[in-house]
């Protein structure tokens, strides 16, 4: 994999694209043989533009970026008042719940 990396360095592909290895590309390395380099650049140019999910386990993250969606104009401070109050009606429900 450091072999492609360098590769990509040397023709400049990195310097251009902020090149890493995301799991898309690291699927395809591992079970790419036979692919070449410029099916690897193609595919992490399409994948660069794809918006990325944030996993479960971030869902401060998920909250902060949906919520300014929702409220353009908003501040963080907006934003992290709002994910505290629904922090604390989780928890109240779970609470109640039991």
């Given at each position: 994999m450091l072999a492609l990396h360098a590769l990509a360095e040397?023709?400049?592909?990195?310097e251009q694209t902020r090149f890493h290895f995301d799991?898309?590309?690291?699927?395809?390395?591992?079970n790419?043989?036979?692919?070449t380099l410029q099916e690897a650049m193609d595919l992490w140019e399409e994948e660069r533009h794809k918006?990325?999910?944030?996993?479960?386990?971030?869902?401060?993250?998920?909250?902060?970026?949906?919520y300014f969606k929702t409220h353009p104009g908003a501040k963080l401070q907006?934003?992290?008042?709002d994910w505290k109050g629904k922090k604390t009606e989780r928890r109240n429900v779970s609470e109640v719940s039991k």
């Open positions: 040397t023709i400049g592909f990195a799991g898309h590309m690291r699927d395809f390395i591992h790419g043989v036979g692919k918006p990325k999910p944030i996993a479960l386990q971030f869902e401060y993250n998920r909250h902060i970026r949906e907006d934003a992290i008042q």
